[in-house]
């Protein structure tokens, strides 16, 4: 797991979700004025359509008369066909003026919905781009600088949703609080970029031995917190073997307090017992027999639902 840097804080996170929100709404209401606009170019469409076939009726009208008045013999009739013809054509004049001014505005309410739609994209990127660095900012919120874990807040959210998968799926989970021994000697005898440097071998080891969907976190100074999902506590306790092996390489060790889940468990109460079989460990000063195993493992024995 890579730990996201950045500069800004939890506010910028809000801050840019609460704009790609905005920007998706000016981006559908954007969408909205561009199908009125489509919807006011089709109905303009339409009625110049109309004054089209009105004005060629009008058209055809005046021919009529046009031929009538050649064929007549009395010349009055024949001046009032005439004038009926024109006054036919000066309207259907009329009409294809009324309708090449519904075309233009046609055309450029078409114009306008394009823009519309263009601004919505363009508010769509944006917002795509505010989401983004939102969740890169998330990202940084949620995982440990230092060790790539998750901190406190979001795994623990992440183990209440394992507990509560587990208490419906009626399976396993086991809990491990994790404790760095000598974390504060190696600060003050090496200074604090040996004690960092400890910590993150410490992250590295329980990643190695962990599955990717096991939940790691890391409480705080030097404390870890390891959610085992369909993972009963004895064989929690064996993979903590292998972690106190690869940290003995290192020179380093932990102390690991382990509890499994029971039915009426909350997540806090789960963790709550994991931490209760770390303090009996310490005040029993429990050590291996062959005395340089790093890991010192105790597993409560009232662990069964």
């Given at each position: 797991?890579?730990?996201?840097?950045g500069?800004?804080?939890?506010?910028?996170?809000?801050?840019?979700?609460?704009?790609?929100?905005?920007?998706?709404?000016?981006?559908?209401?954007?969408?909205a004025?561009?199908?009125?606009?489509?919807?006011?170019?089709?109905?303009?469409d339409?009625?110049?359509?109309?004054?089209?076939e009105?004005?060629a009726?009008?058209?055809?009208?005046?021919?009529?008369?046009?031929?009538?008045?050649?064929r007549?013999?009395?010349?009055?009739?024949?001046v009032?066909d005439?004038?009926?013809?024109?006054?036919?054509?000066?309207?259907?004049?009329?009409?294809?003026?009324?309708?090449?001014?519904?075309?233009?505005?046609?055309?450029?309410?078409?114009?306008?919905?394009?823009?519309?739609?263009?601004?919505?994209?363009?508010?769509?990127?944006?917002?795509?781009?505010?989401?983004?660095?939102?969740?890169?900012?998330l990202?940084?919120?949620s995982?440990?600088?230092?060790?790539?874990?998750?901190?406190?807040?979001?795994?623990?959210?992440?183990?209440?949703?394992?507990?509560?998968r587990?208490?419906?799926?009626?399976?396993?989970l086991?809990?491990?609080?994790?404790?760095?021994?000598?974390?504060?000697?190696?600060?003050?005898?090496?200074?604090?970029?040996?004690?960092?440097?400890?910590?993150?071998?410490?992250?590295?080891?329980?990643?190695?031995?962990?599955?990717?969907?096991?939940?790691?976190?890391r409480l705080?100074?030097?404390e870890?917190?390891?959610?085992?999902?369909?993972?009963?506590?004895?064989?929690?306790?064996?993979?903590?073997?292998?972690?106190?092996?690869?940290?003995?390489?290192?020179?380093?060790?932990?102390?690991?307090?382990?509890?499994?889940?029971?039915?009426?468990?909350s997540?806090?109460?789960?963790?709550?017992?994991?931490?209760?079989?770390?303090?009996?460990?310490?005040?029993?000063?429990?050590?291996?027999?062959?005395?340089?195993?790093?890991?010192?493992?105790?597993?409560?024995?009232?662990?069964?639902?």
């Amino acid at each position: 797991m890579q730990t996201v840097v950045g500069t800004t804080g939890r506010g910028d996170w809000a801050a840019c979700a609460a704009a790609a929100s905005r920007r998706d709404q000016v981006a559908l209401a954007r969408d909205a004025v561009a199908r009125r606009r489509d919807n006011a170019s089709r109905r303009r469409d339409q009625a110049a359509r109309h004054r089209d076939e009105v004005a060629a009726g009008r058209d055809r009208d005046a021919m009529r008369r046009d031929q009538l008045a050649r064929r007549r013999d009395d010349p009055p009739e024949c001046v009032a066909d005439r004038l009926f013809a024109a006054r036919e054509r000066i309207a259907a004049a009329v009409d294809r003026t009324h309708s090449a001014d519904d075309r233009r505005a046609a055309a450029r309410d078409r114009h306008l919905a394009a823009l519309d739609r263009w601004h919505a994209l363009v508010d769509r990127t944006d917002g795509a781009a505010d989401r983004e660095h939102a969740s890169v900012e998330l990202a940084r919120l949620s995982v440990d600088e230092l060790t790539g874990l998750l901190r406190r807040r979001s795994g623990m959210a992440r183990l209440e949703l394992e507990v509560e998968r587990a208490h419906r799926s009626d399976g396993t989970l086991a809990v491990a609080f994790v404790d760095v021994d000598g974390l504060k000697r190696t600060n003050d005898r090496d200074g604090h970029s040996e004690g960092d440097a400890l910590l993150r071998e410490v992250a590295r080891a329980l990643r190695t031995c962990m599955r990717p969907y096991d939940v790691l976190l890391r409480l705080g100074g030097d404390e870890f917190l390891c959610g085992m999902v369909d993972v009963q506590a004895e064989v929690a306790a064996e993979r903590f073997e292998e972690v106190g092996r690869m940290l003995a390489q290192r020179g380093g060790s932990v102390s690991v307090g382990i509890a499994e889940l029971r039915r009426e468990d909350s997540a806090q109460a789960l963790v709550d017992r994991a931490d209760q079989a770390l303090l009996e460990l310490r005040t029993g000063r429990a050590i291996d027999v062959a005395g340089h195993l790093a890991t010192r493992v105790r597993v409560r024995e009232d662990i069964g639902a």
